[in-house]
């Protein structure tokens, strides 16, 4: 008897394929996690040095720009106040100083007529004075000098202008000159600040 079977393929000779898994090793899991580990932990860190990095350029910045303003600001209070120190001083030079050197002329003019009498008891002593403080000298040694003086008139001296005689010494009282010596240091002091101030 013939049968079909001769009709189809015959598959049954073909040996079933085998599928068989790769095999890894434990040591190389292991090997790739850490690799993992290690990649990810580097990115993590990079990124985070990066992140600080901008944050510490951004507090630089701002940094600077305060520093600069508060620079400028100290600047700007230190000029106020010193362009208002020199006004008082120069009004104090002005009208104060004066005063006080008008008033207190008569003290100096005693003060070193005391002092060269001293060593010349014998001797007539000489006060050269201006016209203007005739009345002011006269009136402080009427009674405080016992002494032997007599005064001289020279219009020539300013009103803070005294010359001294005893003998052959002559001594000068001129408080205008301290006055004006004075002024000139406190004028160089302002001039050496406005320069340390255009220079810095």
Do not use: C
């Not at 898994?21 to 190389?28: G, N």
């Not at 720009?65 to 008082?88: G, K, M, P, W, Y």
């Amino acid at each position: 008897m013939i049968t079909a079977s001769h009709l189809f393929e015959d598959f049954g000779g073909i040996p079933k394929p085998t599928s068989k898994a790769p095999s890894f090793r434990i040591e190389e899991v292991e090997d790739q996690k850490l690799e993992s580990f290690e990649n990810g932990y580097r990115a993590g860190w990079d990124d985070a040095i990066k992140a600080q990095a901008e944050t510490n350029t951004h507090v630089s910045s701002e940094l600077a720009t305060s520093l600069q303003d508060a620079s400028f600001e100290f600047h700007e209070v230190r000029n106020t106040l010193s362009a208002a120190v020199q006004d008082i001083m120069d009004e104090v030079m002005k009208t104060i100083m004066p005063k006080i050197a008008q008033t207190s002329l008569g003290a100096h003019i005693r003060e070193q007529v005391i002092s060269m009498t001293r060593g010349a008891l014998d001797r007539s002593i000489e006060i050269v004075i201006a016209p203007d403080a005739e009345d002011v000298v006269r009136t402080l040694f009427d009674n405080d000098v016992e002494r032997p003086f007599r005064f001289a008139i020279d219009p020539l001296l300013s009103p803070t202008q005294v010359l001294l005689r005893v003998g052959a010494e002559e001594r000068e009282i001129n408080l205008h000159e301290t006055l004006d010596e004075v002024s000139r240091t406190v004028q160089s002091y302002f001039e050496t600040e406005q320069a340390e101030r255009k220079d810095g």
